[in-house]
């Protein structure tokens, strides 16, 4: 069975690959939450166990989900003709619980949210949010399927759905001060500063910690000498932002996909919307290599 139970070292799901040997760890019921992938028999993402082991405290590592908004909005207030809602960074995806099927092909598993109560607080849309994986020859592709769906009683969502998607990958890496990364811009927005910056001189600060915007790119590549290894994002548009993010001493560097910048919803900047009945497609993938 390519899908197993675990309780080892954490309660989990694994998906593995018969042909390759290569492995998922999900755990949806905390987010939809990809704790592990396990490539050519490394493991690719960075996992903070013990923080992962306290409910209370976000995750750090693995691929947290950030829906329906990247980043934070002004004093955490969206703002809809429906009346004002608070809505946390990085949106409410990442801490509700999911649904976990495998794929008819049986090439991958799906991770589903659908809107509910607690979502609909902080978010008044009805919506179905799919994330499809798919484990390849040396690569994990990302399909994502966001539908504005009829409400109950077969009324229609007032008004559009306006969201951003991004995922926040904690991609594993024997020491920041060694990580080089390719394909980005020569300007970004420094996010702690939230101004215009040299891109060069931010990776320069890797080891020190960084929270950088690019983009629109189609490819980056995180090249690990001391792994011996080179991460490649694949994007398109409209998910073909950047964010490179490093959280010193940890043994990562974020690498993160995203269709809009932070406060899209309310600035209008590439904010996306979907009418009622109407759905979105968007895909990455992560390709590994060596080096040399």
């Given at each position: 069975?390519?899908?197993?139970?675990?309780?080892?070292?954490?309660?989990?799901?694994?998906?593995?690959?018969?042909?390759?040997?290569?492995?998922?760890?999900?755990?949806?019921?905390?987010?939809?939450?990809?704790?592990?992938?396990?490539?050519?028999?490394?493991?690719?993402?960075?996992?903070?166990?013990?923080?992962?082991?306290?409910?209370?405290?976000?995750?750090?590592?693995?691929?947290?989900?950030?829906?329906?908004?990247?980043?934070?909005?002004?004093?955490?207030?969206?703002?809809?003709?429906?009346?004002?809602?608070?809505?946390?960074?990085?949106?409410f995806a990442r801490d509700l619980p999911w649904q976990l099927q495998e794929l008819a092909a049986g090439d991958g598993i799906a991770?589903?949210?659908?809107?509910?109560?607690?979502?609909?607080?902080?978010?008044?849309?009805?919506?179905?949010?799919?994330?499809?994986?798919?484990?390849?020859?040396?690569?994990?592709?990302?399909?994502?399927?966001?539908?504005?769906?009829?409400?109950?009683?077969?009324?229609?969502?007032?008004?559009?759905?306006?969201?951003?998607?991004?995922?926040?990958?904690?991609?594993?890496?024997?020491?920041?001060?060694?990580?080089?990364?390719?394909?980005?811009?020569?300007?970004?927005?420094?996010?702690?500063?939230?101004?215009?910056?040299?891109?060069?001189?931010?990776?320069?600060?890797?080891?020190?910690?960084?929270?950088?915007?690019?983009?629109?790119?189609?490819?980056?590549?995180?090249?690990?000498?001391?792994?011996g290894l080179a991460i490649r994002m694949v994007t398109s548009a409209p998910w073909d932002l950047a964010v490179v993010w490093s959280?010193?001493?940890?043994?990562?560097?974020?690498?993160?996909?995203?269709?809009?910048?932070?406060?899209?919803?309310?600035?209008?900047?590439?904010?996306?919307?979907?009418?009622?009945?109407?759905?979105?497609?968007?895909?990455?993938?992560?390709?590994?290599?060596?080096?040399?």
């Amino acid at each position: 069975m390519p899908l197993q139970r675990c309780l080892e070292p954490y309660p989990h799901w694994l998906f593995r690959d018969p042909a390759s040997g290569d492995s998922l760890r999900l755990v949806p019921e905390r987010g939809g939450l990809v704790t592990g992938w396990n490539c050519g028999g490394r493991e690719m993402l960075y996992l903070d166990a013990e923080r992962f082991a306290d409910p209370a405290l976000s995750v750090r590592g693995g691929i947290p989900v950030l829906f329906p908004i990247c980043g934070n909005l002004p004093g955490d207030r969206l703002t809809l003709p429906q009346g004002e809602f608070h809505l946390p960074q990085h949106g409410f995806a990442r801490d509700l619980p999911w649904q976990l099927q495998e794929l008819a092909a049986g090439d991958g598993i799906a991770l589903v949210l659908e809107d509910s109560p607690e979502s609909r607080s902080q978010f008044p849309f009805a919506f179905r949010l799919e994330l499809e994986l798919r484990l390849q020859p040396s690569a994990l592709a990302i399909t994502v399927r966001l539908s504005h769906r009829p409400t109950e009683g077969g009324q229609d969502s007032p008004g559009p759905m306006p969201f951003s998607f991004g995922l926040h990958p904690y991609l594993a890496v024997v020491d920041p001060a060694a990580v080089r990364l390719e394909g980005l811009p020569d300007r970004c927005l420094d996010h702690h500063t939230m101004a215009a910056a040299s891109t060069a001189e931010q990776l320069q600060r890797l080891c020190q910690g960084v929270d950088l915007l690019a983009g629109p790119v189609g490819s980056v590549r995180l090249l690990d000498p001391l792994a011996g290894l080179a991460i490649r994002m694949v994007t398109s548009a409209p998910w073909d932002l950047a964010v490179v993010w490093s959280d010193p001493p940890r043994p990562m560097v974020c690498l993160e996909p995203w269709t809009g910048p932070r406060g899209a919803l309310v600035s209008g900047d590439r904010r996306l919307e979907l009418q009622p009945g109407q759905s979105q497609e968007l895909s990455c993938c992560y390709h590994v290599s060596k080096l040399g």
